[in-house]
């Protein structure tokens, strides 16, 4: 069975077949995130084109804001304003004629590490995006868990030291605390920089905070950290273990697995998952 799974990023527009649960290559081009709504649709139309073909049976999309459980109206798309109020999933399907199924794209990025990564022998996950901002997809006893509205899983609003945990666990971090970008910071931290070092450390600390906050509320197996700092996880992993083995339930934190996603187009394994019928993993039927 293939499917077309896209990632409609504040900046990246990317989208690839899903052949039988294995990622074709995948075509990726700059989003006008600031553009009209008439301009993002033809771009999501046009990459679209690019690969659709007689044998695809499906389409599925993650979006960089909540959608309506019932409606899958689009709300809070704050990097690509245009699309807010959209009913992108009955215009797509009235194009292509094909069932097509939309997801906020942290969701999609927990869905793929639970169909096809490192969560793939979990039944509780939970897939934490960190980049510009945070997010966080959530696997509840093998099905995805949403919300009534579309909001579950918005750690990174709550209230913490002053500001929210987005603040100090986002790429941000880096920006507003330090007048530096995540991208230096990196750069630095493998070339041995200490200074940098010890910014991870901070950083770390901070993530280590949120997990917690996650283990209280889910007490979730396992967390896949996805997004931008993934590739920094080596720097700051030991100062994050270090806080959060200071949960004060012992038996959540010795069974608890945290790993830096490996998995190649996590999200848009994860958009065409959402076709895949509940309790099935990695398997798309013919």
Excluded at 60 to 72: F, N, Q, T, Y
Aim: one cysteine or more.
């Amino acid at each position: 069975m293939e499917i077309i799974g896209i990632d409609l990023g504040g900046t990246n527009l990317r989208a690839g077949i899903v052949r039988d649960g294995v990622l074709q290559p995948v075509l990726s081009q700059l989003l006008k995130a600031d553009g009209t709504r008439d301009e993002v649709m033809e771009q999501i139309f046009g990459i679209t084109d690019k690969i659709i073909h007689r044998d695809v049976k499906a389409i599925g999309i993650g979006v960089p804001g909540l959608v309506d459980p019932v409606s899958r109206i689009l709300h809070d798309v704050v990097n690509i304003p245009a699309i807010n109020e959209t009913d992108l999933r009955s215009i797509l399907e009235q194009r292509y004629q094909l069932p097509v199924k939309i997801e906020n794209d942290a969701n999609c990025f927990a869905m793929g590490e639970f169909h096809f990564g490192a969560a793939q022998s979990y039944k509780s996950v939970v897939g934490l995006t960190i980049g510009t901002g945070l997010g966080a997809g959530i696997i509840n006893n093998g099905k995805l868990l949403t919300g009534k509205r579309g909001g579950a899983g918005e750690f990174g609003m709550i209230s913490y030291l002053g500001k929210n945990i987005e603040y100090y666990v986002s790429g941000r971090f880096f920006e507003q605390e330090y007048q530096t970008t995540g991208e230096v910071v990196y750069r630095r931290a493998l070339e041995g920089d200490l200074e940098a070092g010890y910014m991870y450390e901070d950083f770390g600390r901070h993530l280590g905070e949120a997990i917690k906050l996650v283990l209280y509320v889910l007490d979730t197996e396992c967390i896949v950290i996805g997004g931008a700092l993934k590739a920094a996880f080596p720097f700051y992993a030991r100062s994050m273990w270090e806080t959060v083995r200071g949960f004060p339930f012992q038996r959540a934190v010795a069974s608890l697995k945290i790993v830096a996603s490996a998995l190649p187009g996590s999200n848009i394994l994860g958009a065409a998952a959402l076709h895949l019928p509940a309790g099935m993993n990695g398997k798309f039927n013919n």
